[in-house]
């Protein structure tokens, strides 16, 4: 009997192609299949797999049958063995250090708001990652057009994260959060009495990004002083390029593809806030948004700021996104000492719940 797992081969298969920003229809294929397989009985998959009957089975084609024989006859697909041969790295030493020194990501997304995956896959990628921890922070009620979590919603999925952090392997836990709106007022988009019970708070702005200065750093400042806020998530809310192969679809219902320049605000006034408050910037590890840009992340680091290199994954794939951020964060001079995702999951929660 092969020692091969033909339903963790097509799950890393889906992972290894949303990292590297293939076509979505090639993801879900390979996803699709290992949720099919995995739902039949033990001993189904290889019975299936000698007759020739894997195809019959809806979501399992020709591609994905012929990595499931493969694998069950103990031999790495091919598929996935071309894969990772062509994976390669071009992480400088630095970079590498600063990936290596992260002990989480606090910046995710689910399917319950405009993520593609259940809170199980995310948080089972990140382990398999060597993550220590997984902030979920699906979006605020104000963003619909990404299913932003109610009040009643947000509550039902404490719930249910604590639940599921009772199941995971031990070492690892999924922390509570939210990406909450900053609002035109500054004000967030939800209950002060929920927002205290998160782990960690990222406040963004994605509404009226073409507001004046003057409007747009006084919204800022004042999310910034709240309380509440940790992260100032991707601040300039631009969009260096039409959305990246493998990024469309479900996984990122709230996103729409086109190029966005920045918006207009006093950094150094936001950056110098931030510090003040003990605020931490997001380094956003996503292609299409490489925000904030190398000139505000040195700025930030000269402001004192300590900083947050996030994914924004909104699929299991791009967890591996933080390399990303890393590579960019390094090149700014971005010590680990200086990222909150460094810290051990009790500091973190700590400096973030200290406020």
Same mark, same amino acid.
């Given at each position: ?25 090639r993801v879900r ?18 019975? @299936? ?38 994976? %390669? ?9 600063? =990936?290596?020194?992260?002990? %989480? ?6 399917? /319950? ?16 990652? %060597? ?21 009643? @919603?947000?509550? *039902?999925? +404490? ?13 690892? *836990? ?22 205290? =019970?998160?782990?960690?708070?990222? #406040? ?6 073409n507001d004046d ?12 002083? !709240? ?10 809310? =631009? ?6 192969? #493998? ?5 990122? @219902?709230?996103? =729409?593809? *086109? ?15 931030c510090a003040e ?32 290199? !996030? ?16 590579? *960019? ?11 909150? !995702?460094? /810290?051990?999951?009790? +500091?973190?929660?700590? /400096?973030?719940?200290? @406020?």
């Amino acid at each position: 009997m092969s020692d091969r797992d033909p339903i963790a081969d097509l799950r890393r298969i889906a992972f290894l192609l949303e990292r590297a920003n293939e076509a979505t229809y090639r993801v879900r294929a390979f996803r699709s299949a290992a949720a099919t397989l995995s739902a039949l009985p033990a001993g189904e998959v290889a019975e @299936r797999a000698r007759d020739g009957r894997l195809t019959e089975l809806s979501g399992v084609g020709d591609v994905t049958a012929r990595c499931v024989a493969e694998s069950l006859a103990g031999e790495e697909p091919v598929y996935l063995r071309r894969l990772v041969a062509t994976e %390669g790295s071009d992480l400088d030493a630095e970079a590498t250090a600063l =990936r290596t020194a992260l002990r %989480g990501d606090c910046h995710t997304h689910s399917d /319950w708001s405009d993520g593609g995956s259940p809170i199980e896959e995310m948080a089972l990628a990140a382990v398999e990652l %060597g993550h220590e921890y997984l902030v979920l922070t699906d979006h605020s009620p104000r963003l619909k057009v990404a299913r932003g979590l109610t009040a009643a @919603r947000l509550r *039902r999925q +404490l719930d249910h994260v604590a639940q599921l952090n009772a199941a995971l392997p031990e070492g690892f *836990r999924v922390l509570t959060g939210i990406e909450v709106d900053i609002l035109p007022d500054g004000s967030l988009d939800q209950d002060e009495e929920l927002l205290a =019970r998160l782990d960690v708070v990222v #406040g963004s702005v994605h509404s009226g990004l073409n507001d004046d200065r003057s409007k747009m750093t006084r919204r800022m400042l004042t999310a910034v002083a !709240n309380p509440h806020l940790d992260i100032l998530g991707h601040c300039t809310g =631009r969009m260096v390029s039409s959305r990246p192969a #493998g990024v469309t679809g479900p996984g990122d @219902r709230g996103h =729409r593809a *086109r190029t966005r320049p920045e918006s207009d605000f006093d950094a150094d006034a936001v950056f110098a806030a931030c510090a003040e408050h003990d605020k931490a910037v997001e380094i956003n590890s996503r292609p299409e948004r490489q925000d904030p840009p190398k000139r505000l992340i040195r700025r930030a680091l000269e402001a004192g700021c300590r900083f947050a290199i !996030n994914t924004d994954a909104h699929a299991p794939g791009q967890l591996d996104w933080q390399r990303f951020g890393c590579e *960019r964060a390094a090149r700014c001079g971005v010590p680990a000492d200086r990222v909150v !995702n460094s /810290w051990p999951a009790e +500091l973190l929660v700590q /400096w973030a719940r200290g @406020r």
